[in-house]
């Protein structure tokens, strides 16, 4: 079954005619297997996004479409989504068979199909040893593991993930995620919508990444595109924090407060202003290349790296680097430096929205 | 415990028992013992007797408590239909048709209960529905009255039901009547069962409303107590009271059996 889902310019407004608008003019197109995670800031328009697809929001314009099929105008339960969402929602009346089971009853799969199908499913999400409970009886874990195999007992073609892990701890959070990188893994034919605002979760699960930021798409590309080379200012901050300097151009080199760095700086006209974007891990302690001198304005130490924040000629500069004996004092002047390989040119004018 | 010291707990339990006994305890406990009384001159009646219930569960009053039940039961019933499923169509309003089914349902508990009695009954006196001394009407004017209250309580528990688990459902390929009888009813079942009992005992203790429609063949317990005290025994009527009491507390104490059941959180 062809299970993509395509949205074709569809805006989203709240509060009638004059109303917010929470989602404006997107188009994405997820192909089908592929894990598409939304990334971006509360407000962001990415559940809105999720909300279209499983029908839950009316587009005021545009048209949703899973596989070949235009849903944009069919109920929720006609659409054959799986949904899971932060809060789980799982039916706290029914046992973990009897909430995996809903929907093959609802759908009226044959009677005989539907235990060893609750059974799959739960197996898969290694939840079969909890059938009997319920759900008020498991960690939030195990609740979202039912949950995801609640969703997937019905054999969806597109399976929407709404900020599935961030109800739960950090350590719970990277096991879960491992397991749906599993699943998704055994589950090739599956198209997944995965909403986050966890740049970790993305860059580890997605395909690809749609980056979104006040109602509108700002990027999209494989997680390397969107890390290594970033589009616009938003993307390089919202992936990966980077730092984003004001440059002059010039020619093979930028200037910086009066240092030469030496960057590609190829499709930027010699003369422009520019944004440089270095990731803080990249920006190493000492004299090297592209040496950059400032004082240190705040040391953060963060376990296993300390992070400066070295002002640079107005600007400051963030390096993450491995964690110190002796970090250097507050007002103390040092040498930052980075490859010239690791940083990024953006042009002036894409400022991201 | 929000009163730490011990002598500060205890003259807390005063002041509630000052409170409280005269005012809740006291006239349940009086009417109590006026059932068992055969004579009262003095400060406590005297003459123990048992005789009130003999008649109190014989006969036509036997016949009374049967018509209460029956009249509550369907009047709840009626009541609880109605309230629900205006209360699950009212969440589904916007702010301003939601508060036109607020004010409509608050109708019947801001008019006196005798105008709701008279009104019915004028209304159908007259063709075409005649229900003019049928036990229907009084059964009737019992839902009309208790409505209100099962539609408050039901609104303010669909009001509290979050939203995620009817989409969860739906998004599972569940049809709206699918999502409302696995998935809704079941949830707001405590609250189902609290509306159940609150109407099923306003109903049992009708008066006003009843006198006005109620046929010889269909005399609520209420209007038994009533007539047997308004000519001079009121020792009977005690007795009539207390049964009307006990019966509606059994039933209350069963319902809340089914509610201790149905909360799954």
Known sequence: MNSGIRFDSVTVTYGGHDGHTALDALDLTVEPGEVMALLGPSGSGKTTALRAVAGFVRPASGRVFIGDRDVTALPPHRRGIGMVVQQYALFPHLRVDENVAF??????????????????????????????????????????????????????????????????????????????????????????????????????????????????????????????????????????NANLLPVAVGEGSVSLGGAELKVATDGVAAGAAATLCVRPHLVGLGPGPNALTGRVTEVQWRGATHRLFVEVGGQVVKADVRELRQPPLLGEEVVLHFAPEDGVLLAAGVRGG | MLVHSRKGRWALWAVFAVLFLPVFALPLAVIVMASFAGHWSGAFPSAFTGEHYEAATRGESLDALTTSLLTALGASLIALAAGTWAALAASRLGKGGRRVVDALFMLPVAVPSVVVGLALLVAFSKPPVILNGTSTLVVLAHAVLVTAFAYQSVS???????????????????????????????????????????????????????????????????????????????FTGAALAVVLMAATLLVLFAVSRVRTRASYR
């Open chain 2, 156 to 234: 303010a528990a669909v009001r509290r039901l979050d939203p995620a688990y009817e989409q969860a459902a739906a998004s599972l390929g569940a049809r709206p009547a699918y999502v409302l009888w696995r998935v809704k009813l079941p949830l707001l079942l405590p609250s189902l069962t609290a509306a159940a009992g609150l109407c099923f005992a306003l109903s049992m203790g009708e008066l006003s409303a009843t006198v006005m429609l109620y046929p010889p063949d269909w005399t609520p317990l209420p209007v038994r107590i009533y007539a047997a005290t308004d000519r001079g025994a009121a």
């Open chain 1, 103 to 240: 929907g093959l009853k609802a759908q009226k799969v044959p009677k005989a199909d539907v235990p060893g199908r609750v059974a799959d499913a739960l197996e898969l999400v290694g939840m079969g040893a909890y059938a009997k409970r319920y759900p008020r009886e498991l960690s939030g874990g195990q609740q979202q593991r039912v949950a995801i195999a609640r969703a997937l007992a019905i054999r969806p073609g597109v399976l929407l993930l709404d900020e599935p892990l961030s109800a739960l701890d950090a350590q719970l959070r990277s096991g879960m995620l491992a397991e749906l990188a599993r699943l998704h893994r055994e589950l090739p034919d599956v198209s997944i919508l995965y909403v986050t605002h966890d740049q970790v979760e993305a860059l580890t699960l997605a395909d690809r990444i749609a980056v979104m930021d006040r109602a509108r798409l700002q990027d999209c590309g494989t997680p390397q595109e969107l890390y290594r080379r970033p589009r616009t200012e938003f993307t390089a901050s919202f992936v990966g």
